[in-house]
């Protein structure tokens, strides 16, 4: 049975989001979600990597026909449906709309145009009704291979990092481009993997698109912008009036990062408001560097952005409205902002910490509202690459990750990703698609930050490499030397470490060759603590010591426990 809508008598001459009633609004929206996540239901059902089957680095968006983002799924990365609308707006420039065609698909992976590095790829595809262009859905996934030096961070320019794809036509009338697609797999270690992948991506849009079809008929609507531009509005209201009941003023904060050997970073955020609106400005920040810990500015705004979105309007579903009121900007040239060529291979080192700068920055005004700085950003990467037994070639990441922070009211989250939101997934998976035994993954004792209310824990990991051949490592890691630090009196977590089962400590950031039977150690960082450490609820710490999250000596050393 059709639902039509319920519009009023002249919705032409109404707001938008007048013209729907509030209950038929959010039947709307709620399936116009729903939509989005069948979509993404469809790209891991399909894919081939454990990247996307079981660490969830991806996301699927519908958007109207102007490119901007309707509805994107519930468990993708912000950073992707945040970002995934300007690189569609880009394709738009390239594509104007009147050229796109039904079974279109538009791919790239450039840094500036979309998510800031190479293995992201963006596949874009038109969504049709009745003949008339109506809308646009749209995917990313990080890809097991894109050929040069692996995913790494010890590049000194955007070449050695792989194949770069500008802005071009994956299908044309659903049939695939070969000449592109031949000239892509001839450049990565797993083009079986990769190609499935990116077939799992035009699945997912055409899940989305199908649905929209079916979407409109049931309705009675001819195409989606009445309804975009309610749903747009709606989460500007949202946003607007949380940003107004924050007081007027700047606030600024510095936040120091590893960096690259003795290039230590340094982050420099301030943030204005000003009534309604909320602008975040990186002026200060350190210049860009000839190493891939760079950040372009696309995943600087969606860094910067997501965050705010968490603290001040958690509850509103995310889409083009819900970051109308904010802007961000940042030296043309600094590790925010770099210009091309610039490596950003691993430019989530950098991307990651904006979360615990913006909340560094709103600590004084919000209190109640931000978070300790987490041993979770950045996550800590390790990437091997090599042949197996059977001589086939495999390229697998480990995504575990680190403690969030602790927050005003609770601990923070163990071993949980923040800002983004990707994950480890199944340790079965990932040693029966390459030559790794996990022999042990752990929670870290007293890594997480003391403090009324403590830090999320970091966890430990020791994984063999059993392959008959060496293999290639690249690392990929931060809060060694700047663990994460507390909020309100709470202590900093516990930084992070690598090491190879000789005792060799090998550089956090770069790439090198273990040979067969070489364990390696990764033992990440954890959250920083919330409010003095001696307030802590002797309940709760009572807890932590049965837990083993804390030990005796640092609950009497860090808690003042007798």
Known sequence: MSVRPSLRQHPSATAPHEAFDPVTLEIYWSRLISIADEAAAGLVRTAFSTIVRESNDYGTVLMDRNGNSISENTGGLASFSCILPRTTRAFLERFPAETWRPGDCVMTNDPWLATGHLPDFTLVTPIFHRGRLVGFSGSISHSPDVGGALWSADCRELFEEGIRIPPARFLREGRRNDDLVEVLLANVRVPRQVLGDLDAQVTANEVCARRVEEFLDDV??????????????????????????????????????????????????????????????????????????????????????????????????????????????????????????????????????LADAVYGALAPVLPDRVIAQSGAAPSMRAIFSGTDRNGDRFSQVLFATGGMGATPHSDGLSTTSFPTNVGAGSIEALESASPLLVWRKQLRPDSGGAGRFRGGLGQEAEIEVRSSTPVRLSLLSDRRDHPPLGLAGGAPGAGSMIRLGDGTVPHPKSRTTIAPGTRLHMIYAGGGGFGDPRTRDPAALARDLQDGYVTAAAAETEYGAE
């Open 220 to 353: 009675g609507l001819d195409d989606l912008q009445g309804l975009a531009e309610a749903v747009h509005t709606r989460a500007d209201t949202a946003m607007r009036r949380a940003v107004a009941a924050v007081p007027d003023g700047t606030y600024s904060t510095v936040l120091e990062a590893d960096g690259f050997d003795d290039q230590v970073t340094r982050i420099v955020c301030t943030v204005t408001v000003t009534g309604e609106t909320m602008h975040i400005d990186y002026a200060g920040t350190s210049p860009q560097i000839d190493r891939g810990i760079n950040c372009v500015l696309n995943y600087t705004h969606a860094y910067s952005v997501y965050p705010v979105k968490c603290a001040l309007d958690p509850f509103t579903p995310r889409n083009e409205g819900s970051y109308r009121a904010l802007s961000v900007s940042a030296p043309e040239g600094s590790i925010l902002n770099p210009r091309y060529p610039a490596p950003v291979g691993a430019r989530q080192l950098t991307g990651h910490l």
